[in-house]
């Protein structure tokens, strides 16, 4: 959860909706091949980028069990092809490793905004209540993006949940506006009928977020998208960390992976 307070940074005391412009580091650059997202290879690089961008502070919230300030880059940049098995599967670590461009000494953390990030900067919630649950069983020539890209159907019978697709229509707010559509770290999964259901990661666009952009088909359809990519940075402030208490095994399993900066991809059964 961010919180909407002010941070004293090199000094100076910094309010949430603060512009800062912060000189991008040149020559950096990272090449991700068909074979990863499933539709071109390309080379993002950092010299493709103006001189300076415009970074709004959102807040502070607990990242790595350390107190941080979070900056949202104000404008989405470059453009990430991915399409089909490939392009769904690896989706989060290409984004993640984009947004690696943008890194800056003195981060602690920065990485692709998410679903539930954005919302949080709403304060919107999506609650379970307010999802209909549905379960989807493969038949004998259905396929998962795991079994396509192993060239074989996905075992008969095999049972996975998920929900209707929503979309959440936000009011405009200055700090998380952006021009351009973009992605969002967060993969999904939408049944549409007894016989069908998407592979999906989330997007941004016209002040909406959605979880439902289809890359893949359990029938074996590859689908396409292009959008910009949208960093979140991670700005220790102090030293102090939060203690924790977990509720089970797999909370502290999870929490050990986010420490130690294993990814672990953020699945959303939608």
Known sequence: MFRREPVSINGEVVEVGKVLN????????????????GCEDITFSSNELEDY????????TIRKRKKCAAFLLSEAQFLLPLEGAKGYVNAIEIMNNVCGLFKLDGMLDISNISISEMLQMYGVSIKDEDLERRIFAYGKNDYSPESF???????????????NSWICSLEEDIQ?????????AT??????????????VGVYFNAAISPNYDLFSTNGEEIDGCF?????????????????????????????????GIVARNFINI
């Not at 961008?53 to 502070?60: D, Q």
């Open 149 to 163: 890209l192993r060239g074989e159907f996905e075992k008969e019978g095999k049972i996975e949940e998920a929900s």
């Open 228 to 260: 910009g990519v949208r960093p979140i940075a991670y700005f220790p402030i102090g030293h102090q960390e939060e203690e924790k208490t977990y509720s089970s095994l797999t909370e502290i399993i999870q929490d050990k992976m986010e420490l130690y």
């Open 53 to 60: 961008l415009t970074w709004n502070y959102i807040g502070t």
């Open 176 to 184: 998380v506006q952006s021009n351009t559509p973009h992605w969002l």
């Open 187 to 200: 993969q999904a999964k939408n049944i549409v009928s007894k016989d069908k259901m998407l592979f999906c």
């Open 22 to 37: 912060i000189q991008v580091v040149k020559n950096k650059s990272y090449f991700s091949p068909k074979s990863q997202n």
